[in-house]
């Protein structure tokens, strides 16, 4: 679980490195959940008799599943500020899908902080390099630098 640190101490984290968090199981029912959630019914993700043929031997999570896990799984490693009001999703700059989560499989994730910037007073924009690691492989699941704006109250 995080923990809290000081406003200034979050804006003096560039270069800090956080984690690996604890390892997290990519199940197929997750898979399938996300499927209906965005409508990708492509056979690799939920149909594991197809999926055998291909060269993944089963199923795989959706790329983009893994990447929304980041919104679960990074907050578990990252400090924050004390007063933090709200946190909201700035963006990608940079995302590498490199190697697929097969089901079953467990992932963690580990990250650096490349910036932190005070756009406004109270609003505290970061961009940090995130990792998706899957246990037991030496290619991560994807590599990203993400933005996030965090608003700290006074």
């Not at 399938?32 to 056979?43: C, E, L, V, Y």
């Not at 079953?104 to 910037?117: G, L, N, P, T």
């Not at 406004?120 to 961009?127: F, S, V």
């Amino acid at each position: 679980m995080s923990k809290t640190i000081t406003k200034e101490e979050f804006l003096n984290a560039k270069g800090a490195e956080y984690g690996p968090g604890e390892w997290f199981k990519v199940s197929q029912d997750r898979i399938n959940q996300f499927a209906d959630a965005t409508d990708d019914h492509q056979f690799i993700h939920i149909d594991p008799e197809a999926a055998k043929a291909t060269p993944f031997g089963g199923t795989i999570a959706h790329g983009f599943l893994t990447l929304s896990l980041l919104a679960h799984l990074v907050p578990q490693i990252t400090p924050k500020p004390e007063n933090v009001q709200m946190g909201v999703n700035y963006g990608m700059n940079k995302l590498r899908f490199l190697n697929p989560v097969k089901v079953d499989s467990e992932i963690r994730v580990k990250s650096k902080v490349i910036d932190v910037v005070e756009k406004k007073p109270g609003q505290i924009l970061t961009t940090t390099e995130v990792t998706v690691e899957i246990k037991g492989e030496t290619v991560p699941a994807l590599i990203t630098e993400w933005l996030g704006m965090t608003f700290v109250g006074e």
